[in-house]
């Protein structure tokens, strides 16, 4: 549609089905479609209508949405779809008595098999070689939970099968593959186009693509978070242009008019050619996903040698945290080492409790730096073990949590072995369920899911080993799955319908009992549940200020 849009601000006025016909027949290398093709397939409802891009019509989206409209009316027997990114897009545009509105989800794991299947289908005629490709993919995806993140994103997980299909196998490394992932965007993501952008820049070249986005990357960065876990940081198109103009004339030693006409040329060609940078709404611009903000920023960190300024500065602010993770990870052993080891002996406020130097030292570990000081790694773990030891009233039930996922977050990299060995010595005093855990994540054990019937009752069990765990349960009259779920000492029940996990019980030291939420309609209960009884503990109900919670002391009863 934004080339649609184009057509007409050059001065062409075809309509909808003129401008399809005459892209049908540019495609078809000038072959001629019989008069009335498009008419014939129309009229009798047998077409399937795909408009894209609603979002990236900037100029002429009045007119634009009039001939949709006007085109669909005409041939409102066939089924239309039209898509747009939410920023783009505001609801009052098509009605909903005209189309019924969706929201695409992320991908939950099983789109992502499905997706990596049917993408070696169409593209390994082997059967075995594909049915071995999409083996290892998935696996590559399992042991990592961060690239599995990105996977959920189609566009994100497309660029990784890319990448997966001409190399084999993922790299290991982060930001190995974010450096594949940006390559492939801004080079070889459409090879037609890639040798054209002479024809849209007049100072840059394609060489020059890489370093500019590394600098605008860091200036983004600068500015602040986005708010958006998957989001980046949302940038006026002014400022975007002004910022652009600064970057291109300090390196193409250019007069700043021409700087600025070559940054407005820059933006619609990054945005037209590699999808890396995009219009998130009107006039407001942002990465595609903030992983390649932060990817980026690190590399124009790297690229200046900034890389100690930058962790004094940043250190324990969440903004800058994968920043700094990626810039480590890509040092040589001996920068690696000196910058984990000044984190490590860094005078952080409130360390004694809060543990933050150490925690980082760990997740850098899990990034496999290539630190080769075996002394250094096995000071970070035996510190991290001693915490995981230590009593967790004395050490904090969120300081406990993210001890586990730090020495579980080692697994697959070169300090999985070390880590293990240090926690077996300590398995004793370690949680048995927390001791399972760390098996399964450092390689020792494979996790099973089995199932168990009893009567009509099934259960799936998690199998480590030769423990057993009850995973999920199903009974007649139930409306969903229940799961077990634990965090550190504390545990829930999950009801799980569909793809949703709604907290059914939950229990934790110090509790009498269990707390289970109850719903009636648009009424909550919180009910206290001791054996067999149940206590209403809390109740919210609309229009109500705040929660009623009955309160006991003998024989009075109060509600608060």
């Known amino acids: 549609m934004r080339d649609l849009a184009k057509d007409w601000t050059e001065g062409s006025h075809s309509s909808i089905l003129d401008y399809v016909r005459q892209r049908a027949e540019t495609t078809m290398q000038g072959k001629v479609l019989p008069e009335g093709f498009f008419e014939n397939w129309l009229s009798d409802g047998r077409a399937l209508i795909l408009l894209d891009g609603l979002d990236e019509v900037v100029t002429n989206r009045h007119r634009v949405v009039e001939q949709i409209s006007a085109f669909v009316g005409q041939f409102k027997e066939n089924l239309v779809i039209i898509t747009s990114r939410p920023a783009g897009y505001e609801r009052g545009v098509f009605r909903t008595e005209e189309f019924t509105h969706y929201q695409l989800l992320s991908f939950e794991d099983g789109k992502i098999e499905a997706f990596i299947d049917k993408w070696y289908d169409s593209r390994v005629p082997d059967k075995e070689e594909a049915q ?74 394609l060489d020059d693509l890489r370093r500019l986005m590394e600098s605008l990357a860091y200036w983004i960065h600068t500015q602040g978070s986005g708010g958006d876990k998957e989001g980046g940081t949302l940038i006026d198109r002014d400022e975007l242009i002004d910022q652009l103009s600064k970057d291109i004339e300090r390196e193409k030693q250019e007069k700043q008019h021409y700087g600025k006409e070559e940054a407005k040329r820059f933006v619609d060609f990054i945005q037209e050619r590699t999808g890396l940078l995009n219009e998130q709404g009107t006039n407001s611009y942002a990465f595609v996903h903030k992983t390649f903000q932060e990817y980026l920023c690190a590399q124009d960190i790297n690229y200046r040698c900034d890389v100690s300024a930058c962790i004094q500065e940043h250190l324990h ?167 077990p779920w634990f965090s550190g000492s504390t545990m829930k029940i999950l009801l799980c319908v569909g793809e949703q996990h709604w907290p059914w019980a939950i229990w934790a ?34 229009g109500m200020n705040g929660w009623w919670r009955p309160w006991f002391s003998g024989s009075t009863m109060k509600i608060l």
């Open 132 to 205: 071995r490709r999409k083996k290892s993919l998935k696996a590559a995806l399992d042991v990592n939970d961060r690239i599995k993140l990105l996977a959920r994103n189609p566009l994100l997980l497309t660029i990784i099968a890319l990448i997966h299909r001409y190399q084999a196998e993922l790299p290991r490394e982060r930001y190995k593959l974010y450096d594949k992932a940006v390559e492939t965007l801004l080079t070889s993501w459409d090879a037609n186009k890639e040798l054209s952008n002479h024809q849209k820049l007049e100072y840059l070249r």
């Open 317 to 483: 602010d969440s903004h800058w945290r994968e920043v700094l993770l990626l810039l480590i990870a890509q040092q040589r052993p001996k920068e690696a080492a000196t910058a984990i080891r000044e984190i490590l002996d860094r005078d952080s406020e409130y360390e004694q409790w809060l543990h933050r130097n150490l925690l980082f030292a760990g997740s850098c570990l899990a990034e496999d730096s290539k630190v080769e000081d075996r002394g250094l790694s096995q000071e970070i773990l035996q510190k991290l073990v001693e915490l995981e030891v230590r009593d967790e009233g004395k050490v904090g039930r969120r300081v406990c949590a993210r001890v586990l996922g730090t020495l579980c977050s080692l697994g697959g990299t070169k300090f999985e072995k070390q880590a293990l060995h240090l926690l077996k010595e300590k398995a004793e005093d370690i949680g048995e369920w927390r001791w399972q855990e760390y098996q399964v994540a450092l390689g020792e054990r494979m996790r099973q899911l089995r199932p168990w019937f009893s009567g009509s009752t099934m259960k799936i069990l998690l199998c480590v080993g030769e423990q057993h765990w009850p995973w999920a349960i199903w009974a007649p009259g139930m409306n969903g799955w229940w799961r």
């Open 509 to 542: 030291p110090g509790m009498n009992g269990w707390w289970r939420p109850w719903f009636s309609g648009s009424t909550m209960k919180i009910l206290l549940c001791v054996g067999e009884q149940h206590w209403p503990w809390a109740i919210w109900a609309p």
